[in-house]
């Protein structure tokens, strides 16, 4: 595998984790500093000719500009956004936005079921419903790295197809309605910018592994 492909991989899984980890839990201060404030996604450790991604870097260039309010306004976000016990105007769960006759049963179960086919498990998944965004992106990571540490050509082809399978079904069939609600319902320009970011993660990594 050429190195400029695993440093781009690379590359999208650190905007995976930072976009997880936003949506996993309430904002810390240690993240936004990390990421926000001392400028780190000002410059995307990617770039991409995609125009939903453009928009997204465009986004959190402007984001958190009052340093003095930021950390305030991204947890009423996020409370509004994601949190149960808040209004949940943009629930972080495939189950949420799947239709009905997909999920017959435990509303995990079909995604639970690919990680299982991989032995996986998070800790995080003990409070954590499998269908959780930040579940299934983190799953996603675990998949790249995986795919970024083979060097034999038939192996590398199916982990390519997993991947795309694991995202055409698990994350693109639904995060364009989320995002949506995201773009509705988000205060903050960086949430704005979040929702955007996974979806065109979610392009870009599809379109990488469908052209190799």
């Given at each position: 595998m050429k190195e400029t492909l695993k440093n781009l991989l690379k590359g999208y899984n650190m905007l995976l984790y930072f976009a997880g980890s936003m949506i996993m839990s309430e904002p810390t201060e240690?993240?936004?500093?990390?990421?926000?404030?001392?400028?780190?996604?000002?410059?995307?450790?990617?770039?991409?000719?995609?125009?939903?991604?453009?928009?997204?870097?465009?986004?959190?260039?402007?984001?958190c500009t009052d340093n003095k309010n930021c950390m305030e306004m991204l947890k009423e976000d996020y409370f509004r956004l994601f949190s149960a016990a808040g209004l949940h105007l943009a629930p972080a769960y495939e189950s949420a936005y799947a239709?009905?006759?997909?999920y017959s049963g435990n509303p995990s179960e079909k995604v639970t079921g690919f990680y299982k086919a991989y032995g996986w498990d998070s800790r995080s998944r003990v409070k954590t419903a499998d269908d959780h965004l930040g579940i299934e992106l983190l799953f996603l990571t675990r998949l790249i790295?995986?795919?970024?540490?083979?060097?034999?050509?038939p192996?590398?082809?199916?982990?390519?197809?997993?991947?795309?399978?694991?995202i055409g079904k698990h994350l693109l069939s639904w995060i364009p309605e989320w995002n949506y609600d995201i773009q509705e319902?988000?205060?903050?320009?960086?949430?704005?910018?979040i929702g955007t970011l996974i979806y065109a993660c979610m392009e870009d990594i599809s379109n990488i592994f469908f052209k190799n």
């Open positions: 240690e993240c936004v500093i990390d990421f926000l404030t001392n400028g780190t996604l000002r410059k995307l450790p990617v770039s991409s000719s995609n125009p939903r991604f453009i928009e997204a870097a465009a986004l959190l260039r402007d984001s239709k009905n006759d997909y790295d995986k795919y970024s540490q083979l060097d034999d050509d192996c590398c082809r199916e982990m390519e197809k997993e991947i795309q399978r694991f319902n988000a205060h903050t320009v960086c949430y704005k910018g």
